[in-house]
């Protein structure tokens, strides 16, 4: 157990409530339709989990889901639970002090087995679809296009949720539709478009390129909710406006201290992933305040719920 991860955070059940799912850094207990998303300290980079947490990643990354769903909240409704009931604030308590911020009382949603990906910028897999095949997801792009450029347009660019820990995998629109249907499909794109063109607005008055993220949906009694996390650093690739330079991979906004840790330390990807120098693990911590800082115009941590 590394110093950031408290030992609730471990276990399969956070006192009688039982472990659902266990994401590379969130963890999901359930009590019936009320579900608890805690977000750890932990860090992935290169789609493995680091042996060092960045104090207060978790928290950070809850205030700006907290944020980012009221920001949209007209655009679409979303799973937070507005009244969690007493027996579950009950159960809970024993673990505030743990838990405090970096908790999300969610609704139970009847999850659509989509990852709605919306992309400003041609960027990670979708660049190597691109070079593949000159298209993404099925959708025909421009000929020349560089890494990491501003696309025409923003594309819908939709994966099949793979088993926790797998890679998603990339479908075609007509393949989400014949998976979801035409009414949902139709209407989860829409909700993409509309809320990353929100929020892309907003990163941007901030100096911050919101280049692609990931949405995920829900139905709450029939209707469609906006769930899952929300536009943090680890759903969306966020990159600094005042060096964006397209033809090459971009400097990650939050991640990049790791990666280039990793790189120097030309850590081979099957070996165990490596714990950071204090110095990577506060730059970083730094860069996730930063964010919080410019997106939410908050200066300190304090909580938002
Ligand atoms: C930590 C691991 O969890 C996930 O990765 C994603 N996930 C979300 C659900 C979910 N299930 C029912 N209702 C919801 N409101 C949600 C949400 N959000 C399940 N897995």
């Keep these: 157990m590394n110093s950031h991860t408290s030992s609730a955070l471990l276990t399969t059940s956070l006192g009688d409530i039982p472990l659902t799912a266990r994401g590379k850094v969130r ?5 019936g339709e009320e579900l608890l998303f805690i977000a750890t300290d932990r860090i992935s980079a290169f789609d493995h989990v680091l042996g060092s947490g960045i104090p207060e ?37 024993p673990y505030e002090s743990q838990i405090e911020g970096r908790s999300m009382l969610v609704r139970r949603a009847e999850m659509f087995p989509v990852e709605c990906v ?29 890494e990491s450029d501003k696309l025409p347009c923003p594309i819908f660019t939709p994966a099949a949720k793979i088993n926790t820990g797998g890679h998603d995998e990339n ?4 393949v989400m539709v ?21 929020a892309s607005a907003h990163a941007a008055t901030e100096g911050l390129i919101l280049a692609d993220t990931k949405f995920e949906f829900g139905l709450v009694d ?15 690739r966020y990159w600094p406006a005042e ?8 400097p990650s906004f939050d991640k990049q201290y790791v ?10 990807k099957q070996a165990p992933a490596p714990s950071l120098p204090d110095e990577v693990i506060s730059k970083t911590r730094e860069k996730y305040l930063e964010a919080f800082r410019l997106i939410t115009g908050r200066s300190g941590l304090e909580m938002v719920r």
């Design 27 to 31: 963890d999901l207990y359930a009590m």
């Design 57 to 93: 990643k978790g928290k950070i990354l809850t205030q700006l889901s907290h944020f980012w769903f009221d920001f949209v909240a007209d655009t679409v409704p979303n799973h937070l639970l507005a009244s969690p009931s007493a027996e579950l604030l009950a159960k809970i308590a």
């Design 118 to 146: 919306v992309r400003g910028y041609i960027s990670g897999s979708g660049w190597k679809d691109y070079l593949a095949t000159g298209s993404v997801c099925g959708i025909e792009l421009p000929k020349g296009l560089r």
């Design 171 to 174: 479908i075609s629109y007509g």
């Design 178 to 198: 014949d998976t979801i249907g035409e009414h949902y499909a139709a209407e989860l794109r829409r909700l993409t478009f509309a809320i990353y063109e929100k």
């Design 222 to 236: 029939g209707k469609i909710v906006l769930a899952d996390e929300v536009l943090t650093p680890d759903s969306s």
């Design 243 to 250: 060096s964006y330079s397209p033809g090459g991979a971009q």
């Design 259 to 268: 990666r280039d840790y990793l790189e120097s330390i030309h850590w081979n």
